[in-house]
T-cell receptor, first 116, second 110 residues
Framework: GAVVSQHPSWVICKSGTSVKIECRSL??????MFWYRQFPKQSLMLMAT?????????EQGVEKDKFLINHASLTLSTLTVTSAHPEDSSFYIC????????????FGDGTRLSIL | DAKTTQPTSMDCAEGRAANLPCNHS???????VYWYRQIHSQGPQYIIH???NNETNEMASLIITEDRKSSTLILPHATLRDTAVYYC???????????FGAGTILRVKS
């Protein structure tokens, strides 16, 4: 079946560092990918929609200069958390959707980000 | 997209069927019902989706009422590995966004 790969699965870094997370669709093309954030004991919150070849669409309250999204190909989207601080520590999850309509989104296994 | 209402938590005995309800009384005609689950510290896993008719796949069955205002996800023979948070989501036919609610915590017990 469809597989979405996310890398790295976890990362620990110092405050002020920028961190890049990759999301790849392994066996299908995805013109649209999504980035979610999940804090402990909470549900997933959509951060942004990543569109191949165009700018990402951010949800209200999500800083686009803080969370840079690049979707350079039909199989890869990246999320860069710039100048990360402890409050950015969270579980970041991506999903991808096949280009066919009415196909479900498939999710990566998430990246646990800890900022010290 | 229509909102959904799910019970906070449910328990199920191992080997028995788990029936997870979902209310979506404001669903519109072109909105689908999707079910995902999230096992601890993993990304959500797609289970099943449907529009009007009941659906079945290797994981589960989805029963949608005739008025489409509610649905039930059925795991026919629950195992301990089915312990997870189950999310019922309603989304437009050509929509992209999945809006996750709190979901139902299903605990399968031996």
């Amino acid at each position: 079946g469809a597989v979405v790969s996310q890398h790295p699965s976890w990362v620990i870094c110092k405050s002020g560092t920028s961190v890049k997370i990759e999301c790849r669709s392994l066996d299908f093309q995805a013109t649209t990918m999504f980035w979610y954030r999940q804090f402990p004991k909470q549900s997933l919150m959509l951060m942004a929609t990543s569109n191949e070849g165009s700018k990402a669409t951010y949800e209200q309250g999500v800083e686009k200069d803080k969370f840079l999204i690049n979707h350079a190909s039909l199989t890869l989207s990246t999320l860069t958390v710039t100048s990360a601080h402890p409050e950015d520590s969270s579980f970041y999850i991506c999903s991808a959707r096949r280009t066919d309509f009415n196909q479900p989104q498939h999710f990566g296994d998430g990246t646990r980000l800890s900022i010290l | 997209d229509a909102k959904t209402t799910q019970p906070t938590s449910m328990d199920c005995a191992e080997g028995r069927a788990a029936n997870l309800p979902c209310n979506h009384s404001t669903i519109s005609g072109n909105e689908y019902v999707y079910w995902y689950r999230q096992i601890h510290s993993q990304g959500p896993q797609y289970i099943i989706h449907g529009l009007k008719n009941n659906e079945t796949n290797e994981m589960a069955s989805l029963i949608i009422t005739e008025d489409r205002k509610s649905s039930t996800l059925i795991l026919p023979h629950a195992t301990l590995r089915d312990t997870a948070v189950y999310y019922c989501i309603v989304v437009m036919e050509y929509g992209n966004k999945l809006v996750f609610g709190a979901g139902t915590i299903l605990r399968v017990k031996s």
